[in-house]
């Protein structure tokens, strides 16, 4: 019930904040979507959502998380763009395997979607069991997996820890 009542909030924030308005209609018909997404998809968002009462760790994701993806989005299109328009760089794909100490779908989640929204990686495949996920990566520049890993993953993981995993916004 508790994962229903925190979609229904983050949708009906969702929907003000993109709707941008405040007349009644907009709101009523917001609060019915809202209600339809909760109903039918509330008990898939957050598996603990009583994790997300506490205040740090939204502090921590408007703060700090969304900046650095921002950053690290801005940087990757950068990079990528200059290997589009200067074909002497290399260009090395290819899929690589990186473990991850995330355990929380929520966290696995956000890592997998930071990782594809940053551009030159894409999450193919995650094994959430054995918390592990297989990145296609524009320029494999590395055969060591810890180095892949912190170079793919490591600067999005230690943040999304303190977001989403136990003991991380105490």
């Not at 969702?14 to 509330?42: D, E, F, K, N």
Request: hydrophobic share 50%; with cysteine.
């Amino acid at each position: 019930m508790r994962s229903r009542i925190a979609m229904f909030l983050v949708a009906l924030a969702a929907w003000c904040i993109l709707s941008w308005s405040v007349s009644p209609q907009h709101l009523a018909v917001g609060v019915v979507v809202s209600l339809i997404v909760a109903v039918s998809v509330g008990d898939l968002f957050v598996s603990r959502p009583h994790m997300m009462t506490h205040p740090l760790r939204w502090l921590n994701l408007i703060f700090v998380y969304a900046p650095l993806l921002a950053w690290e989005c801005v940087k990757a299109n950068f990079d990528v763009a200059y290997r589009v328009l200067n074909p002497a760089l290399p260009v090395k794909p290819g899929i690589v395997r990186i473990r991850t100490s995330l355990r929380s779908d929520t966290g696995l989640t956000f890592l997998a979607n930071s990782i594809t929204l940053t551009p030159g990686t894409m999450t193919v495949d995650v094994d959430a069991d054995e918390g592990i996920l297989y990145i296609h990566w524009i320029n494999v520049s590395s055969d060591d997996p810890a180095e892949r890993a912190s170079r793919i993953a490591g600067r999005f993981e230690p943040v999304l820890r303190r977001i989403f995993e136990e003991g991380g916004g105490e």
